[in-house]
T-cell receptor, first 112, second 114 residues
Framework: EAGVTQFPSHSVIEKGQTVTLRCDPISGHDNLYWYRRVMGKEIKFLLHFVKESKQDESGMPNNRFLAERTGGTYSTLKVQPAELEDSGVYFC??????????FGSGTQLSVL | AQSVTQLGSHVSVSEGALVLLRCNYS??????LFWYVQYPNQGLQLLLKYTTGATLVKGINGFEAEFKKSETSFHLTKPSAHMSDAAEYFCAVSELSNTGKLIFGQGTTLQVKP
């Protein structure tokens, strides 16, 4: 069974540009999460989907970040326009219940 | 608010030696506690978890952790380190017990010397 898949694995963009990250959860997992690790800091929660609905988006930094989950399947996280402080590793996770999360390998985003 | 503190951002042990990675948490409700590991170029993988019941929990690859409520600790141990254990380890607590929203510690990088 395929795990959580994230695309791209690395992205390098300039300040002001737009970047879209994609996450494909494990098939059948209704819960999908986005987390971020800024260099040198702890991994922090961004938001939680249950199917296509946003259950909790309390961790989203500001309105430059937009997350969607079309049809309750894959999810995208768009950053527009990107700023230097957005650099970091963005992790996606999915779960069937809410106890054990399965994480993807992350997308390393570098904003120059 | 819940929080997690991992003592030591880097820990170095010799192969065959005891591994001890420290984690302390704060929580106003009974916590769910987790240890995740990230090997180079891979995602986070669950090592073990404590939800309820037995306070000593065993995980994969010979790791175990003990929930000590009086000390608000959940330290990770392994009797004998192997070279393949070199990775970054994260302790996490689940906010409000079972929402899937994890609060992570800062991470501890384990180096295993031959």
């Amino acid at each position: 069974e395929a795990g959580v898949t994230q695309f791209p694995s690395h992205s390098v963009i300039e300040k002001g540009q737009t970047v879209t990250l994609r996450c494909d959860p494990i098939s059948g997992h209704d819960n999908l999460y986005w987390y971020r690790r800024v260099m040198g800091k702890e991994i922090k929660f961004l938001l939680h989907f249950v199917k296509e609905s946003k259950q909790d988006e309390s961790g989203m930094p500001n309105n430059r970040f937009l997350a969607e989950r079309t049809g309750g399947t894959y999810s995208t996280l768009k950053v527009q326009p990107a700023e230097l402080e957005d650099s970091g590793v963005y992790f996606c996770a999915s779960s069937q219940g809410r106890t054990v999360l399965f994480f993807g390998s992350g997308t390393q985003l570098s904003v120059l | 608010a819940q929080s997690v503190t991992q003592l030591g951002s880097h820990v170095s042990v010799s192969e065959g030696a005891l591994v001890l990675l420290r984690c302390n948490y704060s929580s106003s409700v009974p916590p769910y506690l987790f240890w995740y590991v990230q090997y180079p170029n891979q995602g986070l993988q669950l090592l073990l978890k404590y939800t309820t019941g037995a306070t000593l929990v065993k995980g994969i690859n010979g790791f175990e952790a003990e929930f000590k409520k009086s000390e608000t600790s959940f330290h990770l141990t392994k009797p004998s380190a192997h070279m393949s254990d070199a990775a970054e380890y994260f302790c996490a607590v689940s906010e409000l017990s079972n929402t899937g929203k994890l609060i992570f510690g800062q991470g501890t990088t384990l180096q295993v010397k031959p």
